[in-house]
């Protein structure tokens, strides 16, 4: 571009970019986990989702947020931020383990890929309309004339 720094500058930048894009990947996962947080405890039937094939979205969105630590961690010479998207990494590996198991184990029981089953989205909704229909949902009870 006819001046020697401008290979600086535009390193700089990017370097900028890509940490501003980072932090808010960190922001959008910290939101979507804790927005499922309330649905993933295990003994309680009314927070509870069964297993659907759309967890894989728990995973796969996340590799792009590890690839892009580790890059950060290089592009920033910081061991730290390295070591996070190591251990970052360790942990999306177990989640997709996690999900890969309960998928197997979801068919074995028949409730995935079944015919004439009604997958999560189906008995979630199920739920709601029989809450609903039964007054609960809204606060106004129907009394029976």
């Keep these: 571009m006819g001046d020697p720094r401008a290979g600086f500058v535009l390193r700089l930048l990017s370097n900028m970019t890509g940490l501003w894009l980072w932090g808010l990947c960190l922001w959008f996962f910290i939101v979507s986990v804790g927005a499922h947080w309330q649905v993933m ?7 509870h989702i069964r297993f659907d094939m759309t967890w894989y ?5 996340n590799t792009a947020l590890v690839t892009a630590t580790q890059q950060i961690g290089k592009a920033f010479g910081s061991d730290a931020i ?10 999306l590996v177990l989640v997709w383990v996690f999900v890969f198991v309960m998928m197997v184990r979801s068919f074995a029981m028949r409730r995935l890929l079944w015919p004439g089953g009604m ?3 189906e008995v979630m909704g199920q739920k709601w309309r029989d809450k609903f229909q039964n007054g609960q949902g809204n606060g106004i009870t129907h009394a029976d004339p």
Aim: hydrophobic share 40%; charged share 20%.
């Design 41 to 47: 405890r295990p003994n309680d039937p009314d927070h």
């Design 57 to 61: 979205s728990f995973v796969f969105p």
């Design 82 to 91: 390295k070591i996070f998207g190591t251990v970052f990494a360790v942990m």
């Design 119 to 121: 997958d999560g989205s």
